[in-house]
């Protein structure tokens, strides 16, 4: 749009009317172009217009909100930015407004054993899943627990462990595929040893026998099956103390010698052997539990050893009134026992 003319002299403009000519006139009649390249009066370079508001709420009601949400992320970065130059650093677990676990793997108050009354019923080998996988040393293990039992639901273990925990779920520990009783004898004209120039998928394993298996003290994977809510995280971290502190210690043997003394087997037909014919309910009581250094403090009479009684106690007799009452007898007509 055109704005302004610059006034030009009249003499170079004959065929206009003289109001228009005179318009064009300047002061020192001097002929100029009238139409200059530049015909608007303005500066060469402009100042940049920086946004900084959006007034149209309607169209974009999330402006301010992400504005100031975008000036504290900046506000956060420089600060991380600062203590990292000034070696303030904290951790981010340690910033973190909740620090809990995802699952809770204390074993404080948490505890198990080994059964033989209750175990997991499998209709396959594959028929539980397994929950976990548990490093352990054979030996080690065989040493905390004892000989375990011959495995039933799976043709691939030797020997599976039934144990019990504190909330009455059951778990099963055995190995998988580690023995010879499962892929055979190992080929005495074979060079296991030499297979480097055989792809990693055609080279030939050798695999121990049971009892080289059993004796081993190379951590071997077992595996784990349990009830569907067991908290199999605390039995693992369970077995793999109880395992580790049998190290230096003695075999299950051993600790059940030193607990209950010598024990018998019976399978001798021609010894005579020494029968114990008392429970052990009367044998023992609450303080023969306790650790040693605890104190028994009694809290009710069942804490304490029951003694069995000899003979039945007056308070059971049956008082028929007199001496030589007669008795009722089922089916008689009368229904009375004659003396």
Sequence with gaps: MLQTFTKISTSNFKGFPAFLAKSFSTDNNKPINPFPVKSIDLPEKQPTYE????YNFEQYRKYGRDYKKALEIKQKAEDIELKIKSRELIPRRKRRTYNAPKHDTNIENYGAWRVFDRELTRAHEFALPVVCKIPLAPKYVRMAFGEGNASVGSKRATREYNFEDNNLDLFILYDFSAT??????NRADYDYENQEHLHPRLRIKKYPTK?????SEEEFVFRLNCTEYAEFRKFKKWIIEKVD??????SYEETVKKTFGEFE???NY???YELRRDPAVFKYDRAWFLESGEKFERKSKYQE??????????????DYGVEGAQLEKPGSASGIIPK
Excluded: S
């Design 245 to 250: 502190k049998v190290k230096n210690g003695g």
């Design 265 to 267: 087997t019976y399978d």
């Design 305 to 318: 050893k029951i003694v069995p009684a000899r003979k039945m106690d007056d308070k059971y007799k049956i």
């Design 51 to 54: 946004h900084k508001v959006n």
């Design 180 to 185: 010879t009783d499962y892929w055979g004898p």
């Design 270 to 272: 021609d010894k005579k």
């Design 211 to 215: 009892e080289e298996f059993w004796n």
